[in-house]
């Protein structure tokens, strides 16, 4: 059975950096289309990054491009979210997710298999 486990979050002042990790179990990473998403309170999910199963293309979010860096470690199967220049608006719970390729290269959550349990990021003003 492939589990997701998210960690790194946390708070930090807006401005602030925070790496999220993300180990799967139970399968290869590198089998996997991976991304992930956030959704804040009262608000619906939002696709924030994904990455292919080599690690070598990505797509991001137009409020996160820039400021964000999604990347993979077939290796170690780690999904990691480099997140830096941190505003209020990025206060979230942020999920890792994984599904496989003939799903689509997109960010629709309905076509994710695999969901992690999530990690709080709270930035603060």
């Known amino acids: 059975q492939v589990q997701l486990v998210e960690s790194g979050g946390g708070s930090v002042q807006a401005g602030g950096s925070l790496r999220l990790s993300c180990v799967v179990s139970g399968d290869t990473s590198s089998r996997y289309y991976m991304a992930w998403f956030r959704q804040a309170p009262g608000k619906e999910r939002e696709g924030v990054a994904i990455i292919n199963t080599s690690g070598g293309a990505t797509t991001y979010a137009d409020s996160v491009k820039g400021r964000f860096t999604i990347s993979k470690d077939n290796a170690k199967n780690t999904l990691y979210l480099q997140m830096n220049s941190l505003k209020s608006e990025d206060t979230a719970m942020y999920y890792c997710?994984?599904?496989?390729?003939?799903?689509?290269?997109?960010?629709?959550?309905?076509?994710?298999?695999?969901w992690g349990q999530g990690t709080q990021v709270t930035v603060s003003s």
């Open positions: 997710a994984a599904k496989y390729p003939y799903y689509g290269w997109n960010l629709r959550p309905t076509d994710f298999r695999y």
